[in-house]
């Protein structure tokens, strides 16, 4: 069963909640950062990408940059921008993105169901991406970055978050510059927050990481370097956990740079065989599982996977995994995804749009628009101990960072 806690956060002055509140630092680069923060000396960048306050030759992963981290969540405690929670509550948080709500429980999530499997997984991490982020939390003693849970959603858990949205006030209500609304309750009731972990403690038997698999990996990996040293904020780790009715899963699409030396008619004829094929005079938004978008040539085709060229297991029946094993691997050499060049991913938030730009302006010779991955699909795999293949879920709207972080050195 999954063991929850409640926290005292470090978060911001209510009026300086807006400033503070960054993009994930793994969704934009250094000189994005950089950028975005010009003219907001407030903003959480300049902890979780801190390198944008040192010269821009410095290896962003070298120790003076975790230094400067922390440095400057210091500076931010000494400012007053930042506060700690003066006792361990639970938080609420509301995002509403183009009219569509959903709303999580922000929590401590425990580092032994990580290990035991309590919590599922369903990605391979990669160490260079662990090691920055374990470096990060070493040196600051915060968990900047949440990770994003998901479970199968509970009437009861529901309604306590519900009653208590609808009867006291929040402490953080504003629009970001992406038109993104964030809006943050603190659960205060003891008894609440009991009944809360009770509830999860009983009848939510398992979570599952949507996004944040390396966050997840790294705050496991800094308790046990810890070892002896370790204080009993470090047996938990920063999480926002979603029930299953309330998340939404874009699609992730694919650009190939080259058609592997086939012309277009080749690639087609050789298509032909696993689907069927036919023009679209718009962009394609697949429809359903297993039809797919292809953009070739400034022309849309719906292609749809033929009865029997896949499997039904967890995996094999994906889509991501029928594009692979009918397509990228056998007709367009593309064996592994996560290090071949020519392949690259576009998350739906970028519209199909994108696709087309990429495929108009020569980067790209074709591109593939997918349908998202279902919640169930992600549920199935993480039960079997299967792990997706790389880049199949997208998840929006993004948590923001510096909201709410988790201190495990106090």
Known sequence: MANISPFKALRPRAELAKQVASRPYDVLNSKEARDEVVGNPHSFLHITKSEI?????????????????????????????????????????????????????????????????????????????????????????????????????????DALIENWKNTHTPVYDFVADDAISHTIWVITDDAINGQITNLFKTQVPQTYIADGHHRAASAAKVRKALGTQAKAEADYFL?????????????????????NGLTEADLLEKLSTSFTIEKSGSAVAPASLHQFGMYLKGQWYILTAKPGTFTNDPIGVLDVSILSNLVLDPLLGIKDQRTDKRIDFVGGIRGLGELEKRVNSGEMAVAFSLHPVTIQQLFDIADSGNVMPPKSTWFEPKLRDGLLTHLIYS
């Open 53 to 157: 306050d040192l010269p821009e030759d410095m290896d962003i992963h070298s120790q003076p940059v975790y230094d400067k981290a922390k440095e400057n969540i210091a500076a931010f405690i000494q400012r007053s921008i930042l506060f700690r929670e003066d006792k361990p509550c639970y938080y609420i948080y509301q995002l509403v993105m183009n009219g569509r709500s959903q709303t999580g429980l922000v929590a401590s999530s425990s580092v032994d169901d990580y290990e035991n499997d309590i919590i599922k997984k369903h990605e391979f991490t990669r160490p260079e991406k662990e090691q920055d982020r374990i470096n990060h939390i070493a040196t600051t003693g915060a968990q900047t970055g949440n990770v994003f849970l998901a479970y199968r959603n509970n009437e009861q858990v």
């Open 239 to 259: 999480t926002t956990l979603f029930p299953s009715n309330q998340l939404y899963i874009m699609d992730y699409n694919r650009v190939v740079k080259d058609l």
